[in-house]
């Protein structure tokens, strides 16, 4: 059973500080790994997406990848309050469909 | 920007019957996915469709489910006999299959009584 696992929460982190959260996953041979953000209610939103060992960084989101370890977490710099959200690490584990991890609550404190 | 659509937003049906829901998904994607997420519980995904048959599918789509492309744009799901334990959140999602990055309409939720 092919696994991908997050820190539930919530994780609870001032306004303007840094938010970080982490995902790891279970299968090697995977090559591409997303971040959604959902809100209570509504559906995932595709916010970061990275295939490559490292950093990538797209406004205040920074994606860090490291293959060998089996882990890729998600930085939000200057956290705002409309930040809370439950964000939900995605792996494509099979063919074609999405296997997510349950998602870490975080909420931001003005 | 273009979106995947779903209809309806709300759906309430007694047990045993068939329920169908339906979405749009963005217009120039070829691949199609459901996925569903019980009240508080993690996305899971059901089955992923493309060129005009099922891709793939997961334990939980068993034979109460099925899929269709009626049309050129509406992607549907057909559950058979609901049960108590089908209620939850159904999410259509569509790809390019240029990349794995997935769309997500807005959802239909499901009440079965």
């Known amino acids: 059973q092919k696994e991908v696992e997050q820190n539930s929460g919530p994780l609870s982190v001032p306004e303007g500080a840094i938010a970080s959260l982490n995902c790891t996953y279970s299968?090697?041979?995977?090559?591409?790994f997303f971040w959604y953000r959902q809100y209570s209610g509504k559906s995932p939103e595709l916010i970061m997406f990275?295939?490559?060992?490292g950093d990538k960084e797209d406004g205040r989101f920074t994606a860090q990848l490291n293959k060998a370890s089996q882990y890729v977490s998600l930085l939000i710099r200057d956290s705002q309050p409309s930040d809370s959200a439950t964000y939900l690490c995605a792996v494509p584990t099979r063919a074609d469909g999405l296997t997510f991890g349950k998602g870490t609550h975080l909420i931001i404190q003005p | 920007e273009p979106e995947v659509t779903q209809t309806p937003s709300h759906q309430v049906t007694q047990m045993g019957q068939e329920v169908i829901l339906r979405c749009v998904p963005i217009s120039n994607h070829l691949y199609f996915y459901w996925y569903r997420q019980i009240l508080g519980q993690k996305v899971e995904f059901l089955v992923s469709?493309?060129?005009?048959?099922?891709?793939?599918k997961s334990e939980i789509f068993d034979d109460q489910f099925s899929v269709e492309r009626p049309d050129g744009s509406n992607f549907t799901l057909k559950i058979r006999s609901t049960k108590l334990e089908d209620s939850a959140m159904y999410f259509c999602?569509?790809?390019?299959?240029?990349?794995?990055?997935?769309?997500f309409g807005p959802g239909t939720r499901l009440t079965v009584l």
């Open positions: 990275i295939y490559s060992n």
């Open positions: 469709f493309y060129n005009n048959e099922i891709s793939e």
């Open positions: 999602a569509s790809s390019d299959g240029t990349s794995d990055e997935q769309f």
């Open positions: 299968d090697r041979g995977s090559q591409s």
